[in-house]
């Protein structure tokens, strides 16, 4: 059986994002056959402007479409700023939904993954996240709700893939968004 290749895309772009440690999580938990990228570089992508959009190149814009187009399946791992999907996050949903119609993210499965220090694990930018990635043509698994709360006291500056729960969690995302991969692929 082909490589299945998932694309993981961080809402936070802090140097030790918890969020980030959750996307490597799913590297590290990647079943065999399985590759989990995390991009780096959306700190890079400029904010997402009609004007300049195809008209020259945008090294990170096309870094970015070109990770998400080469991918089976994303990844969204998101924090909650403001009760809402961070920008950096947003505006990355914006790049791969243009050209309307065939952006990177179109037709593709798509789960997201909160994470917040709050109880409610950035469930409301969980929530917005998959409006977004759907509009933006993407196949949202609307059954992956997974929102880890009280980041503060359940990792306490390890490594989230050393939290057993967690990475069996994660582990599960992962597996739904393969399993979507090949039901898209029959269908
Ligand atoms: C601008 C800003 C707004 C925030 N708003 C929220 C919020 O609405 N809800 C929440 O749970 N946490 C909020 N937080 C706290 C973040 O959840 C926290 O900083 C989190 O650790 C960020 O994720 P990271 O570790 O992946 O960077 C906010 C943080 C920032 C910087």
Known sequence: ????????????????????QIAETAVAVA???????????????PFYNEDI???ASIPAVEALRE???RADAL???????????????KNAIDWISRPYGTGAVKDKPVAVISASPSNNGA??????????????GGKVLEDVTLAIGGTTDKFAGRH???NSEVAQQVA????SLVDATRQFADA
Do not use: Q
């Open 53 to 55: 959009d195809g008209v």
């Open 75 to 89: 990844l969204l791992v998101t924090p909650e700023y403001n009760g809402t999907i961070p920008a950096v996050l």
């Open 160 to 162: 989230p893939k050393e």
């Open 67 to 69: 990770a998400a187009g």
């Open 1 to 20: 059986m082909s490589k299945t290749t998932v694309l993981a895309l961080v809402g936070s772009l802090r140097a030790a994002s918890v969020n980030r």
């Open 123 to 136: 469930r409301w930018a969980h929530e917005d996240t998959r409006k977004a990635a759907c509009i933006a």
């Open 172 to 175: 599960e995302v992962v597996t």
């Open 31 to 45: 079943p065999k056959g399985v590759e989990v990228i995390v991009f780096d570089g959306l700190g890079d992508v």
